[in-house]
């Protein structure tokens, strides 16, 4: 992983925003650390290698535009997929379904920051066809808060970015727990509506 990890980095210093572009659009079908690279891309741009803003500006529309796919894709298709994945609709499906469908605006924004969840709920909200500007409102939110986070920690960190990173997975729990109390509230809070009612 280290030298794959070394290798996107090359990429970046020898191609810079084309190859920032395909590393964050290639996050759409390889497991490719992105945010990772995200981090990396604002330590070249505090000094003076790349502009703080194009990355922010590549980075937010490019992760979007993935989303944006992969929601479009299972709009469109996510019945035959399923099919030919020969996945069938369960009682457990109809649970997230409904889950979803109730708590979309927030597991879309902290999906879209939690990087491992994202192409699970971009499959899941097209499928379910949830609202396109919902989706957008709201993974542009999530988007945006991780891409100026990461790009904001490698600005600031600077020439120190590889010790950071050794140390980022500390900073990765924080959204992940954040997005596990969001769900086990929102989930505990509608248990409660329904026996009060």
Not at 12 to 31: E, M, Q, R, W
Not at 65 to 88: A, E, H, K, N, Q
Not at 129 to 155: H, K, Q
Request: glycine share 6%.
């Amino acid at each position: 992983m280290i030298s794959f990890f070394a290798t996107f980095t090359a990429y970046l210093v020898l191609y810079k925003y084309t190859a920032l572009f395909l590393i964050v659009l290639s996050g759409f079908i390889l497991p490719v650390p992105v945010n990772e690279i995200i981090l990396v891309a604002g330590a070249f741009a505090s000094q003076g290698y790349m502009s703080v803003l194009a990355v922010m500006a590549i980075a937010l529309f490019t992760n979007i535009g993935v989303d944006i796919l992969g929601y479009s894709l299972t709009y469109r298709f996510g019945d035959d997929i399923l099919r030919i994945l020969r996945i069938r609709k369960d009682a457990t499906f109809y649970r997230v379904r409904k889950y979803l469908e109730n708590y979309a605006s927030g597991t879309i924004y902290f999906g879209a920051i939690v990087g491992p969840f994202r192409p699970l709920i971009n499959f899941i909200s097209g499928l379910m066809r949830l609202p396109f500007r919902r989706f957008v409102l709201f993974d542009f939110l999530g988007n945006a808060s991780s891409v100026i986070f990461f790009v904001l920690s490698g600005y600031l960190v600077g020439n120190y970015w590889r010790r950071f990173l050794t140390e980022l997975w500390l900073f990765a729990l924080v959204p992940i727990i954040l997005f596990i109390i969001y769900v086990v509230y929102k989930t505990r809070f509608r248990d409660i509506d329904n026996i009060k009612d």
